[in-house]
Nanobody, 128 residues
């Protein structure tokens, strides 16, 4: 079973930066590690639906972002450390949410693809 743990959230002023980490452990039912799969970041603000933030391909070569964060957020990964990062710059109050990472069921981004394991989330609060 894959286990994902996010960290790095906190309180930051508008315009500031945070870097979230998602550490993976375990294996999927077919014996693979998360390094074989794309990983996505999602967020959910109070009273709103969960929204996709971005995805990094299995080897980190390709990244995809939602329009709301493109140019401000960057996803990278270090498969040797089983860790995926979400660097968030120029933060805005509307970025306030609980941020989750999730293991894709595919090696690359698929707009309508499925997701396997999810982390428990980390809170990001941006003050104005």
């Amino acid at each position: 079973q894959v286990h994902l743990v996010e960290s790095g959230g906190g309180l930051v002023q508008a315009g500031g930066s945070l870097r979230l980490s998602c550490v993976a452990s375990g294996r999927t039912s077919n014996g693979r590690t998360v390094s074989n799969y794309a990983v996505g970041w999602f967020r959910q603000a109070p009273g709103k639906e969960r929204e996709w933030v971005g995805t990094v391909s299995w080897n980190g070569a390709r990244t995809y972002y939602a329009p709301a964060v493109r140019g401000r957020f960057t996803i990278t990964r270090d498969n040797a450390e089983n860790t995926v990062y979400l660097q968030m710059n120029s933060l805005k109050p509307e970025d306030t949410a609980v941020y989750y990472c999730a293991q894709s069921l595919s090696a690359d981004y698929e707009p309508f693809g499925g997701w396997g394991s999810w982390g428990q989330g980390t809170q990001v609060t941006v003050s104005s």
